[in-house]
């Protein structure tokens, strides 16, 4: 085995070397005082330094405005299905959803639980290999806002634009946030779970606009409220504390190279080169609809389910790991985040090739 | 500075050093297999024994029998103060609470927002310096459990037996899980947040009988219900994976020096060093009730809060940090948690010493 893998999973995903090699220095012995990073009281000077530098690279890699707040919270995307609607709508209230994948269908279940979802589009029919444009759908005009997921892991597809719409978009980020950049003003909510494009598994970014945190009913928990965690600086309670100091780490990286601007252009090229490869061979076969293909995700099948099994095999003895695709839908799935090298991208095509003519 | 301090903080607290040093290694290169722990995917072979790993140690040490389920949740105790009422009560129903401390008040808080709390007795008048026994409170003969938080770590107060009742018990054990061996037979549930004696912040630890999970009602989104995390092993979701792989180290050293039985031998002697130097002086007075005192933090006064000002600042120059008391009770809080060595306490007592000389 090399030294270091390319690891196409889908999340918790690759992040840059320099990033692990800091944490595992800092966990240890943080900045040489004695103590390590796990260790350190989340009220102490030091870790409220960590929170604050990790906040302060997020809204400078975002353009995030004054009247917005940035949280760090828990329990993943997930989570945040429920306190969305919990938060934004409450009872008798209505969201408009795009359900363009599995991650959208849960959420659409979780606000019909606390709310009311109104599906607006559906590509569920088409094993979800597309994503809609403006025209495709109506928004109820009751609705408070649009919610939808700018990026579909499991199937590979991507908003290449974001929706417009009268209504405020929130919007579900977890597996393209950081990788392009955005204008954050027609959102009211964006959130993400870490795991995939901005540190590791245990921290989910919220973004929300000032105004939205009163709506909260009173019913809702202490925890599950926005409010709670933007008043404290996401210090209510104890927060995931080396999830947000990596998040941190990892933006430190990201503006170092030359922030988003500059990542955007290497995920396109990154991307660019494996869909060519897909392109120019029959053997090889997208699953997205090209209009939606992923910068993030790169799904594709092979002409039957024993070659798919062979070629994740080989790849993983190559040192080419995580490319099984999603039981949902089969075949192949290359996971190629921000923090992906683009050597890796020339080495999944050299083994395509090859596989193609052993094959 | 020395090459480690002593680290007296509440939580995040001190771990084990073989823990920190594993997880430096294991961050950037997991078994020497190419690709850093908090890259794996949640999914992979590897993740998975590491989960399972964690699990069965605590099984082991605290001899957990098959009927309770073990769950790694994210959002802190200050997440199960909800989710104990929605899981466990629901509208129109009631649990019976010890209000012992600042925890345990905000989890009466959090009942009463979603269902009811029976307040069954309070130390708030004493600011919170002892626990009641037994014969102290009635529960509420309708109640469904008797909520308790074993040690109050803002007082420095624990219950040095835990409570009897015909009802089933649900206790809070974030601050002092695993540093006595206890009998879960009588308890419903148990929560722990990790931060304290089992590993870093961001995985909350629930233990809970397995006839429980069906009460939840239907109006409590998915995230929020025990049964959706027990039914996928804590994997419903991406779970807090370096978190989890922590408990799992710190949980193999305890096994390795002796387990539950054996350090709290050693926490009782840590405790009573420091509580003989405390009474053994006028310089220095407890906080808590001699009958109530806690073996995992140790909380004291000065003549006046300038003394402890100076007593917190000349404790961390000789690397005797995280001294300062909760701002709610001020003074002295030495916290002595499973990890915090014997040698830390004995020069805490040799720096108490020296101080009252000089004062």
Not at 56 to 74: A, E, G, M, S
Not at 115 to 121: E, K
Not at 183 to 210: C, S
Request: hydrophobic share 40%; proline share 6%.
């Amino acid at each position: 085995m090399p030294e270091r893998i390319y690891n196409f999973s889908p999340g918790p995903a690759t992040l840059p070397l320099e990033v692990l090699h800091q944490a595992a220095k800092d966990i240890v012995n943080y900045h040489d005082k004695g103590i390590g990073l796990i260790e350190m009281s989340h009220r102490s000077k030091d870790f409220m330094a960590v929170i604050e530098e990790a906040e302060n690279l997020i809204r400078d890699l975002l353009h995030i405005p004054q009247n917005y707040k940035v949280l760090f919270l828990q329990g993943g995307a997930s989570t945040q299905f429920a306190m969305v609607p919990m938060n934004l709508l409450g009872p008798g209230k209505k969201g408009s959803y795009l359900n363009t994948g599995v991650w959208a269908k849960k959420a659409i279940k979780e606000a019909n639980i606390v709310a009311s979802a109104h599906v607006a589009y559906s590509s569920e029919g088409s094993k979800y290999d597309h994503v809609p444009v403006d025209g495709d759908y109506s928004v109820d005009p009751e609705a408070e806002y649009l919610y939808f997921v700018s990026n579909n892991t499991i199937y590979g597809t991507q908003f290449p634009v974001m929706p417009k719409s009268e209504k405020m978009l929130v919007c579900d980020m977890s597996s393209d946030i950081m990788s392009r950049p955005f204008d954050i003003t027609p959102f009211g909510l964006v959130f993400a779970g870490a795991q995939k494009n901005i540190g590791p598994a245990g921290a989910t970014l919220v973004i929300i606009r000032e105004d939205l945190l009163d709506r909260v009913p009173e019913t809702v928990p202490t925890m599950l409220r926005y409010i709670t965690h933007a008043e404290k600086g996401s210090m209510f309670n104890t927060p995931p504390c080396f999830a947000i100091y990596t998040i941190g780490l990892v933006c430190g990286w990201l503006k170092k190279i030359g922030g988003i601007e500059a990542i955007e252009k290497i995920n396109r090229e990154k991307a660019a080169i494996l869909y060519d490869a897909i392109d120019s061979s029959d053997f090889y076969r997208g699953h997205a609809r090209k209009d939606s293909r992923s910068l993030m995700n790169v799904t594709f099948n092979l002409p039957t389910p024993e070659l798919e099994g062979r070629f994740v095999q080989e790849g993983a003895k190559r040192g080419l790991d995580g490319l099984k695709g999603h039981r949902s839908i089969g075949g192949i799935r290359a996971s190629i985040y921000n923090a992906f090298p683009k050597q890796g991208v020339i080495e999944l095509v050299e083994f395509m090739r090859e596989f193609e003519k052993n094959a």
